[in-house]
């Protein structure tokens, strides 16, 4: 589980085409909760390449940033058309599926969809880099978020998945 992880953040060829990870997509960690995906995650961003570094976020924050700034805030994760100034800052997005639909005005929004599809624009224009870890499965994701954002997540990540009988580790006293 940890090795793929290692070999992508090296960008080791040898040892990334031995557990069939693709070094110019991002990483997904799924599996149950409390496994460690988050703490994972945040350990790989303190020893990771500066140019490769990246800031996680939670999808519930994310969700909220829209509730109160409204569709503006897009522009955070996927830049502004508009302007040409598209930000390629690599992100994680952290437990996706926890978010709640965001409402900001009457309006309401699959923020992780919109941000996810402006991800991937992003991935296919420019090789820009995102992170995801998750509970959710692939069923119920396509559930959530479509089969249109399912597929292309597909294209964006290398799957590392913890197995489902993966004990919560929260509560260990480690020493």
């Not at 040892?15 to 945040?42: S, Y």
């Not at 805030?73 to 830049?79: K, S, T, V």
């Not at 309401?108 to 420019?126: D, S």
């Not at 820009?128 to 978020?145: G, P, R």
């Amino acid at each position: 589980m940890i090795v793929p992880i290692i070999a992508w953040i090296l960008q080791d060829e040898e040892v990334a085409r031995q557990f069939e990870i693709d070094l110019r997509k991002g990483i997904f960690l799924g599996g149950p909760v409390g496994t460690g995906k988050t703490q994972i995650m945040q350990l790989m961003k303190c020893i990771i390449p500066g140019p490769m570094n990246y800031e996680v976020k939670h999808c519930d924050r994310i969700s909220e940033e829209y509730t109160l700034k409204g569709p503006s805030m897009l522009y955070n994760y996927i830049g502004a058309e508009n302007n040409d100034k598209y930000n390629h800052r690599i992100w994680c997005f952290d437990d996706l599926g926890s978010e709640n639909i965001a409402h900001h005005y009457g309006s309401n929004c699959q923020v992780m969809k919109k941000i996810l599809l402006g991800r991937y624009e992003l991935f296919t224009r420019f090789g820009t880099v995102t992170h995801v870890t998750s509970s959710l499965t692939t069923l119920s994701i396509e559930k959530k978020y479509g089969t249109e954002v399912r597929s292309r997540m597909r294209e964006m990540f290398n799957r590392i998945i913890f197995d489902k009988e993966a004990k919560d580790k929260r509560g260990l006293i480690l020493c």
